[in-house]
């Protein structure tokens, strides 16, 4: 009775799992249908591109390709650099002693610090847009990238803390007293036995915050002109008075997808371990 009781659980368990690998693979295939088409448009003439319906048999062509990188993107792409990583390092370093102030060796009402942080993220951009600005004209930081990088790393310095306030809170104290005890002071102690640990978390929240400075576009859609005009103010310039060129436009798309793509690839171990290492007790 209780073998036929095994069996018939077994069967139940393994047609669940068929059903959620199924609906898995449903949501998976719909996330990644928009970037395919995007990508498949891409290779297309203007005038295939704009059929409706599509064509999926057009020939494939350079042509989007060829002439967004006749537009000169590379300033706009080197500024995006240069404002995501710069802004992320600056996050790392400043929410890595706060995120250890706030777990390892708590500071008084740290519930409280916790909240302020995220108190900060829920004022709505466009309230902040407008004293920025004018901030920056009175100071004359319009179109410097600086001012990019300053804002970035306001914006994701209290998410930083947060996640890695969730992973240092795993470290084990035995640990740090072992490294108090063989005469390692602060600095020592989290440069060489506390970063070592939660290297996972660290390249986390360092990639999300790059996505986060990459995808930005309203501050610097605004704050920016032609000196410091990142790439998704780039991509903007596509959509003009003349009409929409959807194959230039797709083509662009991809190539400034492909940094965060490639991070994201690059990073995807550490990034899986990161956000369940805070997650499992």
């Not at 047609?15 to 249908?33: D, E, H, K, T, Y």
């Not at 902040?128 to 790393?153: E, K, R």
Request: proline letters at 6%; a neutral charge.
């Amino acid at each position: 009775m209780s073998g036929q009781v095994a069996i018939v659980t077994g069967k139940k368990s393994r047609g669940g799992g068929f059903f959620l690998g199924g609906l898995a693979w449903i949501v998976g295939i719909l996330f990644v249908l928009p970037v395919l088409w995007m990508l498949l448009t891409s290779f297309h003439s203007e005038e295939d591109a704009a059929k409706n319906p599509p064509d999926l048999g057009a020939p494939l062509t350079l042509d989007g390709y060829k002439s967004f990188f006749d537009t000169g993107p590379w300033p706009s792409i080197a500024n995006s650099l240069t404002a995501s990583i710069l802004s992320t390092v600056l996050v790392i370093l400043l929410a890595f002693p706060a995120a250890y102030a706030l777990s390892i060796r708590p500071v008084k009402k740290w519930t409280d610090v916790l909240f302020f942080f995220l108190s900060t993220k829920m004022l709505p951009v466009v309230a902040g847009l407008l004293p920025i600005y004018l901030f920056a004209q009175s100071v004359g930081f319009l179109d410097n990238i600086w001012l990019l990088i300053i804002l970035y790393t306001s914006m994701n310095l209290p998410i930083a803390v947060w996640m890695l306030r969730s992973f240092l809170s795993e470290v084990p104290v035995e640990i740090l007293e072992a490294a108090s005890v063989d005469g390692a002071n602060l600095p020592r102690t989290l440069r060489s036995v506390v970063a070592p640990i939660v290297t996972p978390g660290i390249a986390s929240a360092a990639l999300i915050c790059f996505i986060f400075s990459w995808n930005e576009l309203l501050f610097a859609r605004v704050l920016t002109g032609t000196v410091a005009q990142t790439a998704p103010v780039f991509l903007t310039g596509f959509v003009t008075s003349q009409g929409l060129f959807l194959a230039k436009v797709c083509a662009a798309s991809i190539v400034v997808s492909l940094p965060v793509l490639i991070a994201g690839f690059a990073a995807q171990d550490k990034l899986v371990q990161g956000l369940s290492l805070g997650a499992v007790k």
